[in-house]
C-alpha cells in the first residue's frame, strides 16, 4: 500500500459521475442539442438523496438489500482496480477475480431485487442480466489471462503498468485484440449500446433501467452511483493499458484523467452513430468478444 | 483408530437396534438420529487429528473372504473426505427426524433409519477401506443401502423407475471397478491399497487402460457427464435428507476413488490432464445449462452437483498438469482447489437440499413455478437458502468462491508459464469456469428469485408456515460454515497441508511454500471481505439516517400504469431462462408444447416447456432397448417345456463328450 493508492480511490468516488456526464454531453453534440449540463448527475444525486421512498407491498428485505449490497461490493471493487500507473489500495496475484466476484455479487443482488418486485417487467430485464453477463464474463477473464501472460504478472496493479510500458511496441496485435475486448465487455457490462439502451424506460429492450425501475429516493441514488462506478472501473481497465508511465507523477494524472475523458468521449460517440443490437444478437457480439480475447490469447503463445 | 471402531460399531448397533423397535416411531426416530450424530462426533475426533498432522492410523484384522483382509487406514486423504462425510451425514439424521416426523404413523420408520446408519458406515468403509474386497464390500453397501433409500417412497412409479436407473447405473460402474481392481491384482500380485501406491502400475499402456476404468468407474458414482444420468433421476425421488447426503458427500466418494487411485499409477502423461480438464468443462457447462432448464427445484439442484462435481475435475485436471509439466505450484493450487471445493459443495449442497426438502414439505411441491413469496412464510429457510445459493455461484464473501479462487489462480499461473500444450486446455477451462460461474449465477437467482421472491403463483405457496427447528437447525450451521470458510480462508487453506503432502507426493517445505503463496491472496481478499462488510454496515446506517422523518410509503408494484396485477403476471422460472434455453436449444432439446391464443376473445392458451436429459434419451435409452432386445431372442430356448430342457441337457452332455474323446 502506497500514499499514491489513495489517487485512484478519490479520483474514482469524486468523479465517477463526471464520465456519465461526458457520455450524455457527447451525445448532445452529435444529436445538435445543448444537452445537460456535464454535473448533471450530480445534481440527481443530490436530489435523489433528499427524498423520502416507496414500496411495493409485494417486496421484502432483499428489495430494500439490493442497493446498498450493490454499492457495497462496487465500493470494495474500487479499492482493487489501479488508474494508470498509481498503484490500487489492495493489490494481490489474482486479484481481478475478486473484482470479477465483486461485480458479480452487485449483479446478483440487484437482479434479486427486481424479482422481488413481482413485476414482468423487471423479471425481463433480470433475466436478460444476467445472461448477457454470464457470456461477458469469459471475455473478460480470458482477456485478463493474455495480459498477465504478457506481463507475467497477475495483479491488476503490476500487470497493467507493465503492459502499457513497452509491450505495445512488439505485441501491438495482441494488446490491440485484448483492448478491443475489454471495451465490448465495458459496453455489455455497463448497459451501454449497442447492447442495452440507457435512455428509454420504458421499452421491451431494456435491460438494467428496467430492473431498477421500482427503486426510488435514497436507494436508487445508490444504485445510479454504483453504475457510475462500475463505468469507471472498467474503463481504468482500458485506459490502464494504453497509458504509458512518464516518471513525473502530474503528467502521469493528467495522462490517466485525459485517458478516461476519452473512453467516455468514445462511448458517446459509439451510442451516437450504431443502433441497439438486436437482443437475439447481443450474445453473439459477446461471444465475438471472448473469442477475440482467446485469439489473442493463442497469438501471444508463440 | 478405537475412535473410528466405536463409531462403526454403534452404526451397526443402532441400525439393529431401529429396527426391532418397531413403535413408537417418534423414539425411532430419536433412536436412529442419535445414533449417527454420536458415531460422527466420535468418528471426527480422530479425522481432526489426522488433519492437524497427526501419524496415520491402522487396523488389520484377518477376513474369511478370499483376497480379503479388514484392512482400514486412517491417511489424511481419507481424513480430508471423512470430514464432510460425518459432518452431512449427522447434520442430515437431525433434519430427517423432522423431515420424517409427517409419516409417522402412515409408515414404519424402521427401515429408512436402518438404512441411513448401513449408509453412513458404507461411506465410512468406503473411505478407510485399504484392501480391495473390503473396498467393494463397502461400495456395494452403500449403493444398496442408498438405493433403498431412494426408493422410501415406493408406491410412487417415478421413484421406483429413479431406484432402478440408479441401481442399473451403480452396478455399471461397479463392473468397471472390478475391472480395474483385478487388473492392478494382477499386474502388483497383491489385493493391498499401499502395496499398490508403493509398487505402482510401471507399464505404460495398462496404466493408460486403468485410468480409463477408474473414470468410468468413479465418474459413474460422481456424476461425471456422460455418466451422471442416474443424478437427476434420483435426487429428487429420494427423501431430501438423503437427496442432501447423497449429492453432498456419498458421489464425492467417486472423486476420492479417483483420488486415490491416480496414487497407485505411477506418473501421469500430459493428456490425463487434458481429459480430466475436459470431463469437467463437459460437466460444468452441460450441468449448469440443464440445471437452468429444469423447473424441479431438486431435479435442478441434481444438475448442479453435476456442475460441481466438473469444478472439482478441473481442479484434479490443473493438478495432473501440473504433475506432468513438474511445476509444484499447478499440483498444489489444482488438487487444493478441487480438494476444498469438496468439502465446500458439500456444506452448500447439503444446505440447498435441506433448504429444497423444507420447501416441498411446506409447499407440498418442487415445481418452481407453482412457488413464489415463500420468503415472508418461510424467513429462516430463504435466508439460508440465499447464503447457499450466493455460495454456490462461487462469489465472495462465502466458501464456494475460495475454492474457485484456487482453481482459477492455478490455471492463470499455468497459462502463464507453461508452453502452448499446457496453456491451451488452461485458457479453456479459465473460459468455461467463468462461464459456469455467470450461468450458476444466473441459475440460483431464477431459483431462489421464483421460489422466495414475489407473490404466490398458486395455493400451493400462499398457505405455508416455516419448518420446524429440527429441520432449522442443520440448515443454520451449514450456512454458517459457508461463511466461516469464507473468512477464514487461509487457515482453510493452511488445514490443506497434511492432504496434499499425502496425495501428491511433495516435500513438506514444497507444498508449505506454495500454500503460503495462495494463503497470501486469501489473506488479502479476506481484507476486502472485512471492507465490503465495514462499507455496507456504514451504508445501511446512512440509509436509515437519511430516511428518518422522511415520507416512507407502501404501494403496488409499478404496472406502467396498470393497476390489476396477478400473481401470474409475473415471470416464470421458464420465461427468465428462455434466452439461454433458446441460445442453447440445439443442445439442450427442449420440447415446447404451445397452445397459441387464437380468435378475438381468446380463452385457453399455454405454454409447456419440458427438457429432458440428453444422455438419457439419445445414449443410454435406445443402447438399453438394443440390449433388451437381444435378450429377449434368447427367450425362444425357453419354452417352460420340461422335456425340451431335459433334451438341452441331453445335447450338452453329448456334445461335452464328444469334445472330450475328440
Same mark, same amino acid.
Given at each position: ?136 464474463? #469469459?471475455? !473478460? &477473464? =480470458?482477456?485478463?489471462?493474455? @495480459? +498477465?501472460?504478457? /506481463?507475467?504478472?497477475?495483479? %491488476? ?125 447481443? #450474445?453473439? !457480439? &459477446? =461471444?465475438?468478444?471472448?473469442? @477475440? +480475447?482467446?485469439? /489473442?490469447?493463442?497469438?501471444? %503463445?508463440? | ?662
Amino acid at each position: 500500500m502506497y500514499p499514491e493508492s489513495f489517487i485512484p480511490l478519490l479520483l474514482a468516488l469524486v468523479l465517477s459521475p463526471l464520465l456519465l456526464g461526458i457520455i450524455n454531453r457527447t451525445k448532445a453534440l452529435f444529436a445538435g442539442r445543448r444537452g445537460p449540463p456535464l454535473l448533471q448527475i450530480y445534481f440527481d444525486l443530490w436530489k435523489l438523496l433528499h427524498k423520502g421512498a416507496v414500496y411495493s407491498r409485494t417486496t421484502t428485505w432483499i428489495f430494500r438489500a439490493g442497493p446498498i449490497l450493490g454499492l457495497a461490493a462496487v465500493l470494495t471493487a474500487v479499492t482493487l482496480v489501479p488508474l494508470g500507473n498509481f498503484p490500487a489500495l489492495i493489490a494481490f496475484p489474482a486479484d481481478f477475480l475478486l473484482f470479477a466476484g465483486l461485480l458479480g455479487l452487485m449483479r446478483f443482488f440487484m437482479v434479486l431485487a427486481a424479482l422481488d418486485t413481482g413485476s414482468s417487467f423487471e423479471g425481463m430485464g433480470a433475466s436478460r442480466e444476467v445472461f448477457f453477463s454470464a457470456l461477458a464474463e #469469459p471475455a !473478460l &477473464l =480470458v482477456a485478463l489471462a493474455t @495480459l +498477465a501472460r504478457q /506481463a507475467g504478472s497477475f495483479s %491488476l496493479s503490476t500487470m497493467l503498468g507493465q503492459v502499457s510500458g513497452g509491450h505495445w511496441l512488439h505485441l501491438g496485435p495482441v494488446l490491440a485484440l485484448v483492448m478491443i475486448a475489454l471495451m465490448i465487455v465495458l459496453l455489455a457490462e455497463n448497459a451501454r449500446i449497442p447492447v442495452d439502451d440507457p435512455n428509454t424506460h420504458l421499452e421491451l429492450t431494456m435491460i438494467h433501467e428496467v430492473m431498477v425501475l421500482d427503486h426510488g429516493g435514497p436507494d436508487f441514488a445508490f444504485i445510479v452511483y454504483g453504475a457510475a462506478l462500475k463505468l469507471w472501473l472498467l474503463a481504468a481497465l482500458v485506459v490502464g493499458m494504453v497509458v504509458p508511465a512518464t516518471g513525473a507523477s502530474w503528467l502521469d494524472l493528467a495522462l490517466v484523467m485525459g485517458g478516461m475523458f476519452a473512453v467516455a468521449v468514445i462511448v458517446g460517440v459509439v451510442e451516437s452513430v450504431m443502433a441497439r443490437l438486436r437482443l437475439v444478437m447481443v #450474445p453473439q !457480439l &459477446l =461471444v465475438g468478444a471472448g473469442a @477475440l +480475447a482467446a485469439a /489473442a490469447f493463442l497469438l501471444g %503463445l508463440k | 483408530m478405537t475412535w473410528l471402531l466405536f463409531a462403526m460399531a454403534i452404526l451397526l448397533l443402532g441400525g439393529m437396534a431401529v429396527l426391532l423397535l418397531s413403535r413408537p416411531d417418534r423414539n425411532v426416530s430419536w433412536l436412529g438420529a442419535g445414533s449417527v450424530v454420536i458415531a460422527s462426533v466420535l468418528g471426527c475426533v480422530p479425522v481432526i487429528q489426522v488433519l492437524s498432522g497427526g501419524s496415520v492410523e491402522a487396523v488389520r484384522v484377518p477376513w474369511s473372504v478370499p483376497f480379503g483382509e479388514f484392512f482400514i487406514e486412517l491417511d489424511p486423504l481419507t481424513a480430508w473426505f471423512l470430514f464432510p462425510t460425518l459432518l452431512l451425514s449427522a447434520l442430515s439424521a437431525i433434519y430427517g427426524a423432522g423431515y420424517l416426523r409427517v409419516w409417522q404413523g402412515r409408515r414404519s420408520l424402521g427401515p429408512v433409519w436402518f438404512f441411513h446408519c448401513l449408509l453412513v458406515l458404507g461411506m465410512m468403509l468406503v473411505l478407510l477401506a485399504r484392501n480391495a474386497m473390503l473396498f467393494l464390500f463397502a461400495w456395494e453397501l452403500m449403493a444398496v443401502a442408498s438405493f433403498f433409500l431412494v426408493t422410501f417412497e415406493h408406491e410412487r412409479e417415478a421413484v421406483r423407475e429413479a431406484g432402478w436407473i440408479y441401481f442399473v447405473a451403480t452396478h455399471l460402474g461397479t463392473a468397471f471397478l472390478l475391472m480395474f481392481f483385478l487388473l492392478t491384482a494382477r499386474e502388483t500380485g497383491s489385493m493391498d491399497f499401499n502395496v499398490w501406491a508403493e509398487k505402482g502400475i510401471q507399464t505404460r499402456g495398462l496404466a493408460d487402460i486403468l485410468f480409463l476404468l477408474a473414470i468410468v468407474g468413479f465418474g459413474t458414482k460422481a456424476g461425471f457427464m456422460p455418466f451422471h444420468v442416474w443424478l437427476p433421476e434420483a435426487h429428487p425421488a429420494a427423501p431430501s435428507h438423503v437427496s442432501a447426503l447423497m449429492s453432498g458427500v456419498m458421489i464425492k466418494t467417486g472423486i476420492y476413488g479417483l483420488l486415490r487411485s491416480l496414487t497407485f499409477l505411477g506418473l501421469p502423461p500430459l493428456w490425463w490432464g487434458w481429459m480430466l480438464i475436459g470431463i469437467g468443462l463437459t460437466s460444468g457447462v452441460l450441468g449448469v445449462l440443464f440445471a437452468l432448464a429444469q423447473h424441479d427445484l431438486k431435479r435442478l439442484l441434481a444438475y448442479h452437483s453435476v456442475e460441481n462435481i466438473g469444478i472439482i475435475a478441473l481442479g484434479i485436471g490443473v493438478g495432473l498438469l501440473g504433475v506432468s509439466t513438474g511445476s509444484p505450484a499447478l499440483i498444489v493450487l489444482g488438487f487444493g482447489g478441487g480438494l476444498l471445493h469438496v468439502l465446500n459443495h458439500a456444506l452448500f449442497k447439503g444446505l440447498l437440499f435441506f433448504g429444497a426438502g423444507a420447501v416441498l414439505q411446506g409447499t407440498g411441491t418442487h415445481e418452481i413455478d407453482h412457488l413464489g413469496g415463500l420468503l415472508k412464510r418461510m424467513p429462516w429457510t430463504a435466508a439460508t437458502f440465499l447464503i447457499g445459493a450466493v455460495a454456490i455461484s462461487g462469489l465472495p464473501p462465502l466458501n464456494g468462491f475460495v475454492s474457485e479462487f484456487l482453481i482459477f489462480l492455478g490455471a492463470f499461473q499455468g497459462g502463464a508459464m507453461l508452453g502452448a500444450a499446457g496453456a491451451v486446455p488452461l485458457l479453456a477451462l479459465i473460459a468455461g469456469l467463468a462461464l459456469i460461474g455467470g450461468l450458476a449465477a444466473a441459475c440460483f437467482t431464477k431459483a431462489f428469485g421464483v421460489v422466495f421472491l414475489g407473490e404466490p403463483r398458486t395455493e400451493h405457496a400462499s398457505h405455508t408456515s416455516e419448518a420446524g427447528w429440527a429441520m432449522r437447525l442443520p440448515m443454520l450451521l451449514l450456512a454458517a460454515g459457508c461463511a466461516l470458510i469464507g473468512l477464514f480462508a487461509p487457515v482453510v487453506v493452511g488445514a490443506l497441508q497434511a492432504v496434499l503432502e499425502n496425495t501428491t507426493g511433495l516435500r513438506r517445505e514444497v507444498v508449505r511454500e506454495n500454500l503460503a503463496a495462495a494463503a497470501g491472496p486469501l489473506a488479502l481478499v479476506v481484507v476486502g471481505t472485512v471492507a465490503f462488510l465495514l462499507v455496507l454496515v456504514a451504508l445501511v446506517l446512512l440509509r436509515r439516517s437519511l430516511l428518518a422523518g422522511r415520507r416512507v410509503e407502501e404501494g403496488v408494484t409499478w404496472g406502467c400504469g396498470y393497476a390489476q396485477p396477478t400473481a401470474r403476471m409475473q415471470y416464470t422460472a421458464s420465461s427468465f431462462v428462455q434466452p439461454v434455453t433458446t441460445l442453447f436449444r440445439w443442445l439442450l432439446g427442449t420440447h415446447r408444447q404451445v397452445q397459441r391464443p387464437e380468435g378475438i376473445m381468446p380463452a385457453n392458451a399455454s405454454l409447456t416447456t419440458e427438457t429432458p436429459d440428453l444422455c438419457h434419451g439419445n445414449l443410454y435409452r435406445p443402447g438399453f432397448l438394443k440390449v433388451n432386445w437381444g435378450l429377449s431372442q434368447l427367450r425362444r430356448l425357453q419354452q417352460g417345456q420340461v422335456q425340451l430342457y431335459v433334451l438341452y441337457i441331453a445335447v450338452t452332455l453329448i456334445v461335452l463328450l464328444a469334445w472330450k474323446f475328440r
